[in-house]
């Protein structure tokens, strides 16, 4: 398993901007495949965004066009650029790994059960 451990979290006005980060502990960063999940109060987590080496990424519908999933393996960390943010973007954000070889992103990769890693939580308030 990967330790992750997130940041970036806060409060915001609607139509704000966050950058979340995920700094992973094992060199193995690079061959996994890393989301960002999010979890409102009395609602399930949910997927947001994955990415996989090459770069080749995956997004739920609701945050198409205002959130970038990317990755930097020199430095373990994964981010999440969240733009135009509203207050149903408002939750609990969590990075999760699971190891893979592959190149192109899976589709069960905005999946809770497909990941065997995940962080903490970073907490993400959006007000109107």
């Known amino acids: 398993q990967v330790d992750l451990v997130e940041s970036g979290g806060g409060s915001v006005q609607s139509g704000g901007s966050l950058r979340l980060s995920c700094a992973a502990s094992?060199?193995?960063?690079?061959?996994?495949?890393m989301g960002w999940f999010r979890q409102a109060p009395g609602k399930e987590r949910e997927g947001v965004a994955a990415?996989?080496?090459?770069?080749?990424?995956r997004y739920a519908d609701s945050v198409k066009g205002r959130f970038t999933i990317s990755q930097d393996n020199a430095k373990n960390t994964l981010y999440l650029q969240m733009n135009s943010l509203k207050p149903e973007d408002t939750a609990m954000y969590y990075c999760?790994?699971?190891?893979?070889?592959?190149?192109?992103?899976?589709?069960?990769?905005?999946?809770?059960?497909?990941?065997?890693?995940w962080g903490q939580g970073t907490q993400v308030t959006v007000s109107s």
């Open positions: 999760a790994a699971h190891p893979t070889s592959a190149s192109m992103i899976p589709t069960s990769a905005l999946q809770v059960w497909w990941y065997n890693s």
């Open positions: 990415i996989v080496r090459y770069g080749s990424t």
């Open positions: 094992t060199y193995g960063f690079s061959t996994s495949c």
